[in-house]
């Protein structure tokens, strides 16, 4: 069974750094591409950055664009999501997700399919971001 385990999250002041990192068992991580996405209060949970299975395809969401950076470690099964001049506004549940792509079906293949939600098949149970003075 394929799971997905998120670390790193924290509370930090704006302007403030974090780096996330998701652990993949019981499955090929390279074989995966590879999403984060986060959920606010009383809001739906949107796409943030994702990476392709073999990280020659990136994309993130505007809002982060120059602040976030997704990188893959697969030697360690590992995704990670470096946060810098962390806002208010960037709050939340944090969660990894990811999809085998190795066939080129995976969901990180153009941006519009990279945010689609139900193309990823396996989910972290999410790391909590909170950025407050």
């Known amino acids: 069974q394929v799971q997905l385990v998120e670390s790193g999250g924290g509370s930090v002041q704006p302007g403030g750094s974090l780096e996330l990192s998701c652990i993949l068992s019981?499955?090929?991580?390279?074989?995966?591409?590879m999403g984060w996405f986060r959920q606010s209060p009383g809001k739906e949970r949107e796409f943030v950055a994702a990476?392709?299975?073999?990280?020659?395809?990136?994309y993130y969401r505007d809002s982060v664009k120059g602040r976030f950076t997704i990188s893959r470690n697969n030697a360690k099964d590992t995704v990670y999501l470096q946060m810098n001049s962390l806002m208010p506004e960037d709050t939340a549940i944090y969660y990894c997700?990811?999809?085998?792509?190795?066939?080129?079906?995976?969901?990180?293949?153009?941006?519009?399919?990279?945010?689609?939600?139900?193309?990823?098949?396996?989910w972290g149970q999410g790391t909590q971001v909170t950025v407050s003075a």
């Open positions: 997700a990811g999809a085998e792509g190795v066939s080129g079906r995976g969901p990180v293949r153009s941006n519009w399919w990279a945010q689609q939600q139900r193309e990823y098949k396996v």
């Open positions: 019981g499955g090929t991580f390279s074989n995966y591409d």
């Open positions: 990476i392709d299975w073999g990280s020659g395809l990136i």
